[in-house]
């Protein structure tokens, strides 16, 4: 939190969460292709701090759709899995973009199937991710509210 009325100090502001709108916005061009080499919605320079604002519903949205999976290690949307997905991805997108060799224009120059590679690697760099943020994370049942009382607001 930030104090918002100094010298007082009797008020507070919640700080942006970068890390989660960072992840965010990576999983959020990722989903949408700017990652895929001769696609229609390619981004050579995607940079994900330049890709626009992106809202709260948005980041719940993204995160939801990565990390929540009926099947998976943690179906329900809960913000310690979100908090673990997030810390674990946002050192990992940290490092894609300073590696050279997964520069677009670097993969361009390599010519053949390597544009395509920076997307298969950010993919496969997320599946791993998730399986291993969020095992660390158990599900235990009824801790919240019993979904099945309809008091917890769920995407169809």
Not at 16 to 43: M, N, P
Not at 66 to 88: E, L, Q, V, Y
Not at 136 to 142: D, H, I, M, N, W
């Amino acid at each position: 939190p930030e104090f918002v009325d100094p010298p007082l100090c009797s008020q507070i502001r919640i700080a942006e969460y970068t890390e989660l709108v960072f992840v965010s916005k990576w999983l959020r061009g990722f989903r949408q292709g700017k990652l895929i080499a001769g696609s229609e919605t390619f981004d050579m320079n995607f940079n994900p701090w330049e890709a626009g604002p992106v809202s709260g519903q948005e980041c719940f949205n993204e995160l939801e759709h990565m990390c929540c999976h009926a099947d998976g290690p943690s179906p329900h949307p809960s913000w310690s899995i979100f908090r673990s997905f997030a810390m674990f991805m946002n050192r990992q997108f940290s490092l894609v973009g300073e590696y050279q060799l997964l520069s677009s224009a670097v993969l361009e120059m390599l010519g053949g199937d390597w544009p395509r590679f920076k997307q298969a690697f950010v993919k496969l760099m997320i599946e791993t991710g998730r399986d291993f943020s969020l095992r660390s994370v158990p599900q235990v049942a009824g801790v919240g509210p019993d979904p099945s009382l309809g008091t917890v607001a769920r995407r169809g």
